[in-house]
Nanobody, 130 residues
Framework: QLQLVESGGGLVQPGGSLRLSCAAS????????TGWFRQAPGKEREGVSC????????NYADSVRGRFTVSRDNAKNTVYLQMNSLKPEDTAVYFC???????????????????????WGQGTQVIVSS
């Protein structure tokens, strides 16, 4: 069974940090580009960050660039999102997702649109509040 499981969410004060983890089971995450998305109440799901399958390329939404860092450990079949300097507007359910890129060039890229992600986790709640 192919599965992505997020963990690491919680309640944190503004200015604090959290590290989210996304663990894959049933498939090798090293063949997949991976993205982090978030969805706040009443809002559409949006791309936060992504990382290419070997980690050579990372992308960030303008709202988190300089505060969030995505990384991956393919040996552990896990992708991480380090979130620093958190703000109340970062409050959302965070999802990780994966897709298998086709072609050599695509393997060094990643995208933050919902399509073409095929596999999604169940999400982890992040609340930034004092």
């Amino acid at each position: 069974q192919l599965q992505l499981v997020e963990s690491g969410g919680g309640l944190v004060q503004p200015g604090g940090s959290l590290r989210l983890s996304c663990a894959a089971s049933g498939f090798s995450l090293g063949y997949y580009a991976t993205g982090w998305f978030r969805q706040a109440p009443g809002k559409e799901r949006e791309g936060v960050s992504c990382i290419s399958l070997r980690g050579g390329t990372t992308n960030y939404a303008d709202s988190v660039r300089g505060r969030f860092t995505v990384s991956r450990d393919n040996a552990k079949n896990t992708v991480y999102l380090q979130m620093n300097s958190l703000k109340p507007e970062d409050t959302a359910v965070y999802f990780c997702a994966a897709y298998r890129p086709s072609g050599i060039i695509a393997q060094d890229r990643c995208v933050m649109t919902l399509k073409p992600y095929d596999y999604w986790g169940q999400g982890t709640q992040v609340i930034v509040s004092s």
